[in-house]
């Protein structure tokens, strides 16, 4: 496909801009429910091995430990600088994977690896080498140039050498959490980071032969304004990462406690949100980056573009990805599997995750079996995030359906936005407009069978879509 243009259109956008989901995956995770647990995992990871052309595997582990608390931060995470705890927290992890692996064909072929957190570089690198070897001896890795192991990295708790050892591990991806470079900004989110921290780690990436990297940016911090974002933004396209995504932050103390640390009158206003955003996809298309789609940025040799242009990118829990035919498996406290047509998440807490492993049961406790109605309109969500269209015809074939009479409400939702000029309707799909590949969530939504027409309430679950 071609490469993606933008047209910010401030008006549209402001109209636009309400809460919904990030379809990271669908059914989202609010559809996941109790009566999921080990025995359906079981069933499914089952029912998933046995093709004649045996499907890949995708590893997610999550590591919970941070040493520092970022206000603006709304991941599972565990402040502690004890490192002690990482090892614990090791010893209950090796008990998952030696559950979890034979529930997997040995000739499923492990093609992604990628570390999560919390802050993944809490644990040293002799620790990381030791889960990927134990990864290893319970799962055949694939040995194909485009195998991915990925690791997100605080530069703060990082140097040279560390980079250097994870690389010898096989570490041949990094993502680095940035968000601004300012020193207001970075005050007010008690995240003190400086240039030369990170310019030292992502110049090592490339001196230990890292494939890519990543840099994350966030916009709508407090004390943010365009002259600071501004110089983060040339700061990092100097340092020409292959990936950078540009995140709108999500305000929500309800759902995310460190947030209320924050002074909520230092946010800036939804014309400001919007003028960052703007001059985050200026600068970053200037320096040469490709706009993937939602807030990903990358170069055009890096494979999330060649993949995209291929038309096989994919998106799940862990962003865009080029691996789209694989099962998920996750690992840890919160980490959530994708096998087959189900979805299943481990506990969110501690206790929970350590008390299941500690009574010898895979620690499950929610998820969810897709319908073939989930499963249809996974396939086109999936299409529209990774491709800004709908394959109209392509949908009929796959799943046997008129796609006229099918989604006719949706079609219906969506008329006011093709009138707007966010999509184009053809006979044969559905086409965002580049005013509206910025809007995709909103476009997603008009497929969800599970939003509630009404408003949304007070406390919404869900990020604004700007």
Same mark, same amino acid.
């Given at each position: 496909m071609e490469p993606q243009s933008i047209a910010f259109d401030a008006e549209l956008l402001r109209r636009y801009d309400q809460p919904g989901p990030r379809y990271t995956s669908y059914p989202t995770a609010p559809q996941f429910h109790t009566g999921f647990g080990e025995r359906e995992l079981r069933e499914v990871a089952a029912a998933s091995n046995g093709d004649p052309i045996p499907r890949r595997l995708s590893l997610y582990v999550h590591v919970p430990f941070c040493e520092s608390p970022c206000f603006y931060c709304g991941c599972n995470r565990i402040i502690t600088r004890d490192k002690a705890r990482g090892d614990a927290y090791l010893a209950r992890l090796y008990r998952e994977i030696a559950l979890a692996a034979p529930l997997f064909d040995r000739d499923r072929e492990v093609i992604q690896l990628h !570390? @999560?957190? @919390?802050?993944? #570089? !809490?644990?040293?690198?002799?620790?990381?080498?030791?889960?990927?070897?134990?990864?290893?001896?319970? !799962?055949?890795?694939?040995d194909a140039a485009d195998r991915d192991i990925s690791i997100e990295l605080d530069p703060r708790f990082v140097d040279a050498d560390d980079i250097t050892a994870l690389g010898s591990i096989g570490f041949n991806r990094a993502s680095f959490g940035v968000q601004d470079f300012d020193p207001d900004v970075q005050r007010a989110v008690n995240r003190i980071q400086s240039v030369e921290q990170t310019r030292t780690v992502v110049d090592a990436c490339r001196a230990g032969g890292f494939r890519s990297v990543n840099v994350d940016l966030i916009y709508g911090l407090p004390n943010q304004n365009p002259a600071g974002f501004a110089r983060t933004l040339d700061i990092v396209a100097d340092m020409r990462p292959d990936r950078v995504a540009v995140y709108g932050y999500a305000h929500m103390p309800h759902l995310f406690k460190p947030q209320k640390q924050l002074d909520a009158s230092l946010l800036p206003s939804p014309d400001m949100r919007l003028a960052l955003l703007q001059l985050a996809i200026e600068r970053l298309t200037a320096a040469g980056c490709l706009y993937i789609g939602m807030d990903h940025f990358a170069l055009p040799d890096d494979e999330l573009a060649l993949a995209q242009a291929r038309g096989s990118l994919h998106r799940n829990f862990m962003g865009y990805t080029t691996h789209a035919e694989s099962d998920l498996l996750g690992l840890g406290v919160s980490a959530i599997s994708h096998i087959g047509d189900s !979805?299943?998440? #481990?506990?969110? %807490?501690?206790?929970?995750?350590? =008390? &299941?492993?500690?009574?010898?049961?895979?620690?499950?406790?929610?998820? /969810?079996? /897709?319908?073939? %109605? %989930?499963?249809?309109? &996974?396939?086109?969500?999936?299409?529209?995030?990774?491709? =800004?269209e709908i394959p109209v015809r392509a949908l009929e074939r796959r799943h046997a359906v008129v796609f006229a009479d099918y989604f006719a409400e949706a079609l219906a939702r969506l008329r006011p936005l093709a009138d707007d000029g966010l999509v184009r309707i053809e006979s044969d799909r559905i086409v965002a407009s580049s005013r509206g590949r910025l809007l995709l969530r909103n476009i997603a939504m008009c497929f969800d069978r599970y939003l509630a027409p009404t408003a949304e309430p007070s406390a919404p679950r869900f990020s604004r879509a700007i």
């Open positions: !570390f @999560g957190g @919390g802050t993944p #570089n !809490f644990l040293s690198p002799a620790q990381l080498g030791e889960v990927v070897d134990t990864l290893r001896g319970h !799962f055949r890795f694939s !979805f299943s998440q #481990n506990p969110r %807490d501690l206790p929970s995750w350590q =008390a &299941a492993l500690d009574e010898g049961r895979l620690p499950v406790f929610r998820g /969810m079996r /897709m319908d073939a %109605d %989930d499963v249809l309109r &996974a396939d086109l969500i999936q299409a529209l995030m990774c491709s =800004a």
